[in-house]
């Protein structure tokens, strides 16, 4: 079995499901499939969804801020983002296939959905974080009350 870095050199792309619910609503869990294209020598822009490794593991999330010399990047499901640099960035998401339909990056309704959901991070993330109190606090609820 090769890794994802062998594939994108042997063939240029990849075509696999995700795992985690840091991309929903776009992605969801072992249901939709991403084809993701090896990263060529430009730099990426805002709001491509880039795949890179952290710690091990392979990650899909997006540019959210084209720096100098990195990128801002975070899920459509997270509330804080992180910080890759170009080199760590192995692939760009150039289709998904949902429900049986092939959806391209740059078709208009694609290019709706993140320019609504990215230009509206901030509020995103203060509802995030509201979501996530709710949750921790109903957690420590039940074992309070067990």
């Known amino acids: 079995m090769s890794s994802f870095e062998e594939e994108l050199e042997r063939s ?38 880039v795949l890179f490794k952290r710690g091990g593991k392979y990650v899909l999330h997006r540019i959210l801020k084209v720096r100098e010399r990195d990128y801002y990047i975070v899920g459509d499901n997270c509330r804080k983002g992180e910080y890759v640099r170009d080199e760590q960035i192995l692939g760009v998401l150039k289709q998904v296939v949902r429900d049986g339909k092939t959806v391209e990056v740059d078709d208009p309704a694609y290019q709706r959905y993140v320019h609504l959901w990215c230009d509206l991070f901030p509020l995103r993330a203060g509802l995030f974080f509201i979501r996530d109190g709710v949750r921790f606090t109903g957690r420590k609820l039940k074992k309070l009350l067990k």
């Open 12 to 49: 240029g792309s990849l075509v696999f499901t995700n795992k985690g619910k840091s991309m929903l609503p776009l992605l969801r869990q072992n249901r939709d499939l991403m084809v993701i294209e090896k990263k060529g020598p430009d730099r990426c822009k805002k709001y491509d969804a």
